[in-house]
Nanobody, 122 residues
Framework: QVQLVESGGGLVQAGGSLRLSCTASGGIGSINAMGWYRQAPGKLRELVATITSDGITKYADSVKGRFTISRDNAEHTGYLQMNSLKPEDTAVYYC????????????????WGQGTQVTVSS
């Protein structure tokens, strides 16, 4: 089955950096878009950043200038470089992808990773 596996989360001090990765596996055909969402306790899940297949990026205002989203199409992997981290960045970060399978290249669906905890201490 299609699976998104995240890595790179953890505990970091304010001002530090983390790099999250998200690798899609399971007979991936084409990833139209990838992105990252985050959810803090008691808050709604919010969009952090997205990147299209042709490299167009969008960022939430709260992370603009600090976070960079990128992707390696050959590896079916997306990245989120997080710099100048703040305590308010603390959340569970979820990778998502809008992708198709090799078996059905025209059938695009949404997939989500399991989430990875990012904790920024002050």
């Amino acid at each position: 089955q299609v699976q998104l596996v995240e890595s790179g989360g953890g505990l970091v001090q304010a001002g530090g950096s983390l790099r999250l990765s998200c690798t899609a596996s399971g007979g991936i055909g084409s990833i139209n878009a990838m992105g990252w969402y985050r959810q803090a306790p008691g808050k709604l899940r919010e969009l952090v950043a997205t990147i299209t297949s042709d490299g167009i990026t969008k960022y939430a205002d709260s992370v603009k200038g600090r976070f960079t989203i990128s992707r390696d199409n050959a590896e079916h992997t997306g990245y989120l470089q997080m710099n100048s981290l703040k305590p308010e960045d603390t959340a569970v970060y979820y990778c998502y992808a809008f992708l198709s399978r090799l078996l059905s290249m025209w059938d695009y669906r949404d997939y989500w990773g399991q989430g990875t905890q990012v904790t920024v201490s002050s």
